[in-house]
Structure formats: structure tokens, C-alpha cells
T-cell receptor, first 116, second 114 residues
Framework: EAGVVQSPRYKIIEKKQPVAFWCNPI?????LYWYLQNLGQGPELLIR????????DSQLPKDRFSAERLKGVDSTLKIQPAELGDSAVYLC??????????????FGPGTRLTVL | GENVEQHPSTLSVQEGDSAVIKCTYS??????FPWYKQELGKGPQLIID?????GEKKDQRIAVTLNKTAKHFSLHITETQPEDSAVYFC?????????????FGQGTILTVHP
């Protein structure tokens, strides 16, 4: 079974440029998460989707970040414009929501963003 | 919101020794506690998890214990091997209005020396 797929794996851009990350979750997983991981720290949730609905985007900096999951499968996270402080690893995860306490989240390899 | 503290930040052991990593959480409503292993350049990989209705869970060389009263949980790795070297993260899931949100600890860099 294929895991969570993310692309690109690495991205280097100049500050003020736009950038987009793509994620394809595990087949059948209806919940998708985007996390930010700064160097030496644990992942922090940016946004969570249940199917195509963003049910928790409280940690997403909406002035420059946006995300979509139009058909409830793959998702795109965008930053426009990028700032130096956005350099980090952007992780995507997915889970099959069972409605019970805590659903196992499976992570992709991440996209390492460097903003110059 | 939930706050998870993880210790130690670095841990160095000899091959064959045991390793213990400890985490505390703040929200008594938290009910699910996964542990992830992250190797360089890869995403976190789930290695074991425990739910609040269980006190201990074991999977081969890995075990996790949970003390709900004290709000702490621990990862135990026995007979460590060099391939266990990685960064380990604990996490807590609060449930309720925060359903689906995992709060992670700061990570422990485990080094197993041959």
C-alpha cells in the first residue's frame, strides 16, 4: 500500500516569491493534515481537513498561507509571499477517521522549504 | 490548550542497553498517546501508541506506559540497536473540540553506539 506522497521534496525560493506544496493521502483516508516542523522541534498542526472541509485551521497564518482540498483527496498548501521565517519542513499526514478517541496519523516524507 | 513536555532532549546509550524517554501532558482530557520515530530526511513514523483506557502496551522491544493520574507516559526500548538511532517524538491527542489535533513534544535525539 502506498503511503502519503508529497512533492516536491525540496524547494528553494527567494523571499516574497510564492510556493506551493502538494500532498496525496493514503487511499481511503478521509482526514488530511498539514504540519509545520521547524528545525529541532516537533510538528505543529497548520490545518486539518475532513474530506473537503477544513475543520481546524486556527493555526494557519491566513494572511499568507492558504490550503485547499477540492475533491476531498489530494491537497495543496500555498504560501504567498514567502518570508525568511517560513523556512521549515512542511509535513502532510492522513488518517481514517473512525470517530473514536484519536485516529492513527500517517506522515509523508515532507517538503523542505528554504527561503533565501 | 494541550502542552507536552519531553525529556531528555538527547540520549546516548551503548548497543544492548535500554533507553527510556518520558513525556508529561497538561490536558486531563487527552486520551490517545502515540510515539513517532523520525529518521533524517524522512517523515515521522508511528512506532507504538496507547489509549487512555490502557496502562501499558508492548510490541517486541518497545513498550509504552501511561499514568493518567500523574499525566505522564514513557517509551521504553530494550536491547537497543544502532538502527534505533533517530529522533523520537511523543504526542498527545486531546479529543473534544480539539479532536484530531496532536500536540507533539520537542523530541529526543537517541544515539545508540555500537
Amino acid at each position: 500500500e502506498a503511503g502519503v506522497v508529497q512533492s516536491p521534496r525540496y524547494k528553494i525560493i527567494e523571499k516574497k516569491q510564492p510556493v506551493a506544496f502538494w500532498c496525496n493521502p493514503i487511499s481511503g483516508h478521509n482526514t488530511l493534515y498539514w504540519y509545520l516542523q521547524n528545525l529541532g522541534q516537533g510538528p505543529e498542526l497548520l490545518i486539518r481537513y475532513e474530506n473537503e472541509e477544513a475543520v481546524d485551521d486556527s493555526q494557519l497564518p491566513k494572511d499568507r498561507f492558504s490550503a485547499e482540498r477540492l475533491k476531498g483527496v489530494d491537497s495543496t498548501l500555498k504560501i504567498q509571499p514567502a518570508e525568511l521565517g517560513d523556512s521549515a519542513v512542511y509535513l502532510c499526514a492522513s488518517s481514517f477517521a473512525t470517530g473514536t478517541s484519536g485516529d492513527t496519523q500517517y506522515f509523508g516524507p515532507g517538503t523542505r522549504l528554504t527561503v533565501l | 490548550g494541550e502542552n507536552v513536555e519531553q525529556h531528555p532532549s538527547t540520549l546516548s546509550v551503548q548497543e544492548g542497553d535500554s533507553a527510556v524517554i518520558k513525556c508529561t501532558y497538561s490536558d486531563s482530557a487527552s486520551n490517545y498517546f502515540p510515539w513517532y520515530k523520525q529518521e533524517l530526511g524522512k517523515g515521522p513514523q508511528l512506532i507504538i501508541d496507547i489509549r487512555s483506557n490502557v496502562g501499558e502496551k508492548k510490541d517486541q522491544r518497545i513498550a509504552v506506559t501511561l499514568n493518567k493520574t500523574a499525566k505522564h507516559f514513557s517509551l521504553h526500548i530494550t536491547e537497543t540497536q544502532p538502527e534505533d538511532s533517530a529522533v523520537y517524538f511523543c504526542a498527545a491527542h486531546a479529543g473534544g473540540t480539539s479532536y484530531g489535533k496532536l500536540t507533539f513534544g520537542q523530541g529526543t535525539i537517541l544515539t545508540v553506539h555500537p
